[in-house]
C-alpha cells in the first residue's frame, strides 16, 4: 500500500496490520504522532485495518468449518479466492486430496497447497514434487482421518511450512474401541473448578464455542449428518461457582446419542472442546504439586 498525506504534511500507511508515519521528508516514526492520529485520514486507515482484521477470520473460520464438516470444496472455488491475501494465507500449505465423481476423498493422494490457478491446484507431493492436479474438487481432511498424519507432520517441519488453518498441528483424540477407555475419556475432563460461572463461558466462546441452556457445544458435520458435541458449564447467576461436565453427543435435533457410534471427527473435536475448557479451570495446590 502507498503513502498517505495527511493535514500535518505527515505521510502515512499500514504496515503489518497497523497504522505506521512518516516525515514529509521519509523518516519513519516509533509512532503516529497526535496530531496525525487525529486525521481523517488516519481514521480511515484504521477502519480500513479493523475490516482487513474481521476479513482473515472470517476467511480462516470458513476453511476450518470446511476441515471440520469434510465438505468437498470446488476447485474453482480456490481458484477464484487464491488472489486474496487472507484466503491465500488461510489455505496456503494445508494438506488437500482430491474427491472423486462419487463425493468420496481419496485420503491416500495427499498433498500440500501451493498455488490455485486456471492450470490447475498446485501441490508439493510426499515425494517432495511440485505437481498440478486438475481433479473438480478437492477436501481439506480433518487430521484425525490421515492414517500418515506423524509422517506428515514430519516432512511438514522439514520443509518449513507454515498452515494459517490450524489443520495438521491441530489437538487430535483417537477415539478408543474399548467401553470402558470410551467412558474414562468422556469423564476425563469433567470435575474442571471455576470460581464464577461468567468465566468458563466467556472461554468458551472466546475459543469459538457456541453456549446454550447450559452447554458448550462443538457442531461437526460428518458421513452426511450434523452431530454435536457438549460438555455442560452451567446455568444460573454468573457469579455462581461452576464445574465442567462430562462430554456427551446429540443429533440434530438435540436428542442423546451413544458416544460408542459417533464418529472419528465428532469425537477428536468434542475432546479437544472438553479438554480445553478443563484447561482453564481453577488449580488447587495440591494439584500442582
Not at 435435533?253 to 457410534?261: F, L, S
Amino acid at each position: 500500500m502507498g503513502w498517505l498525506t495527511t493535514a500535518s504534511g505527515h505521510e502515512v500507511t499500514v504496515s503489518n496490520g497497523k497504522v505506521v508515519a512518516r516525515t514529509n521528508q521519509g523518516k519513519l516514526l516509533k509512532s503516529v504522532p497526535k496530531v496525525v492520529a487525529e486525521d481523517e485520514v488516519v481514521a480511515g486507515l484504521k477502519q480500513l485495518v479493523e475490516w482487513l482484521d474481521r476479513h482473515e477470520a472470517s476467511c480462516r473460520a470458513e476453511v476450518d468449518r470446511w476441515m471440520i464438516r469434510s465438505l468437498p470444496v470446488p476447485a474453482k472455488v480456490l481458484t477464484e479466492v487464491w488472489a486474496d491475501e487472507a484466503w491465500r494465507a488461510a489455505l496456503t500449505d494445508l494438506v488437500v486430496v482430491p474427491v472423486d465423481k462419487d463425493g468420496r476423498a481419496r485420503l491416500d493422494e495427499p498433498g500440500f497447497l501451493r498455488d490455485a490457478s486456471a492450470a490447475g491446484l498446485g501441490m508439493v507431493n510426499l515425494d517432495g514434487d511440485t505437481v498440478r492436479i486438475g481433479a473438480d474438487r478437492v477436501a481439506i481432511p480433518h487430521p484425525v482421518r490421515l492414517d500418515d498424519l506423524d509422517d506428515l507432520r514430519e516432512f511438514a517441519s522439514e520443509l518449513e511450512l507454515r498452515q494459517g488453518t490450524l489443520q495438521l498441528f491441530r489437538e487430535v483424540w483417537r477415539k478408543p474401541t474399548d467401553p470402558g477407555q470410551l467412558t474414562a475419556e468422556r469423564h476425563s475432563c469433567a470435575g474442571g473448578q471455576y470460581v464464577q460461572l461468567r468465566h468458563l463461558t466467556a472461554r468458551a466462546t472466546s475459543l469459538g464455542y457456541h453456549v446454550r441452556g447450559g452447554y458448550a457445544t462443538s457442531r461437526v458435520w460428518e458421513d452426511g449428518a450434523a452431530m454435536s458435541a457438549t460438555v455442560w458449564v452451567g446455568s444460573g447467576e454468573p457469579s455462581m461457582e461452576t464445574h465442567t461436565g462430562e462430554l456427551a453427543f446429540a443429533d440434530s435435533q438435540g436428542q442423546a446419542v451413544d458416544p460408542a457410534t459417533v464418529g472419528p471427527i465428532t469425537w477428536s473435536e468434542g475432546m479437544r472442546m472438553a479438554a480445553a475448557l478443563y484447561a482453564g479451570r481453577v488449580v488447587k495446590q495440591e494439584d500442582q504439586a
